[in-house]
């Protein structure tokens, strides 16, 4: 696992739909190594700091092999770094391979994975595609948010090491597709309800359904 791109971006006003909206899903690379903190990177910010951003979600990931999926996917020659709005580019860490609670050690930093990412009409117009949410969403190849438990440096180049594995063992992908795809499903809405490390309002999500 390598972290291959750092992508940051502050957020600005875009069209969409003859009106002005404000998006910071236009990540750009840096070159330079740059501190991950607890609520985000250097020179990043989120627009909508009630679906992004905080402590749960203070860096999005996403890793190359979707990107060479949707190049095929969509008929398209290359897609850059950032482009899904990701902070983290990096190799070796598919969805069905990452678990909610996961520990990693990356540069100078210790994170804990907290969530899926669940798509918005942002990312739709960061594709030039107002239906792509639908299909990023159906793909399960959705990436995945981060909580940060040591603050340190961060730069391409930088190994990735897996230090914990959360023992419920539940992947990213089960649970973005237990939310959305299968809200009849109580064993595993019990589950995921009592992954501590799980945002909040996922969280409470699950727990209602059990209720």
Not at 18 to 34: A, L, N, Q, Y
Request: aromatic share 10%; with cysteine; glycine share 10%.
């Amino acid at each position: 696992m390598e972290l291959i791109s750092v992508n940051v971006t502050l957020p600005r006003e875009v069209a969409y739909r003859g009106k002005e909206v404000s998006t910071g899903i236009f990540k750009e690379p840096v070159e330079s190594r740059v501190m991950l903190r607890t609520l985000n990177l250097d020179g990043d910010r989120q627009a909508d700091l009630d679906n992004h951003g905080g402590p749960f979600r203070a860096a999005y990931v996403y890793t190359h092999e979707n990107f060479v999926h949707w190049q095929d996917e969509l008929r398209l020659e290359k897609i850059g770094f950032g482009k899904f709005g990701e902070n983290f580019t990096v190799t070796g860490m598919p969805e069905d391979e990452v678990h909610i609670g996961d520990i990693f050690r990356v540069g100078g930093a210790i994170v804990q994975v907290t969530q899926p990412r669940g798509p918005c009409f942002k990312l739709g117009i960061r594709m030039g595609r107002p239906s792509f949410p639908k299909l990023f969403l159906a793909s399960g190849r959705v990436g995945f948010y981060l909580r940060v438990l040591q603050e340190g440096e961060v730069g391409a180049g930088d190994m990735i090491e897996r230090v914990e594995t959360h023992p419920e063992r539940m992947t990213v992908r089960e649970v973005i597709h237990l939310l959305y795809f299968d809200p009849e499903n109580r064993e595993d809405s019990l589950r995921a309800a009592g992954l501590e490390a799980l945002t909040p309002r996922w969280r409470d999500i699950f727990a209602s359904r059990v209720a």
